[in-house]
Nanobody
Framework: QVQLVESGGGLVQPGGSLRLSCVVS????????IGWYRQAPGKERELVAVITSGGTTNYADSGKGRFTISRDNAKNTVYLQMNSLKPEDTAVYYC???????????????WGQGTQVTVSS
């Protein structure tokens, strides 16, 4: 069994910062790419940032220059540092991890339950 748990969301004023965490646990052989996604009411879920097992990062235009994704492989944890937050960043943020549970097995994407981020004055 694999479980992802996000934390760190909350209410913040425009221009403020938050640091989200996602802890992966369970039967795991290897974690490949890990991504942060977000979904606002009435909108489709969208990619925010991705980090590979080697540490290569990619960002959606919406977060470039403001967001930073990182990972700690020893802790099976991925982070999203969000600075200069805007009201349009308000959404539920989810992490997704591509995980192989055994050597030679296929990678499968696992989702967390999400954490609410609200940016408002």
């Amino acid at each position: 069994q694999v479980q992802l748990v996000e934390s760190g969301g909350g209410l913040v004023q425009p221009g403020g910062s938050l640091r989200l965490s996602c802890v992966v646990s369970g039967r795991i052989f290897r974690i490949n790419d890990i991504g942060w996604y977000r979904q606002a009411p009435g909108k489709e879920r969208e990619l925010v940032a991705v980090i590979t097992s080697g540490g290569t990062t990619n960002y959606a235009d919406s977060g470039k220059g403001r967001f930073t994704i990182s990972r700690d492989n020893a802790k099976n944890t991925v982070y999203l540092q969000m600075n200069s937050l805007k009201p349009e960043d308000t959404a539920v943020y989810y992490c997704n991890a591509d995980i192989a549970q055994y050597y030679g097995s296929r990678f499968w994407g696992y989702w967390g339950q999400g954490t609410q981020v609200t940016v408002s004055s």
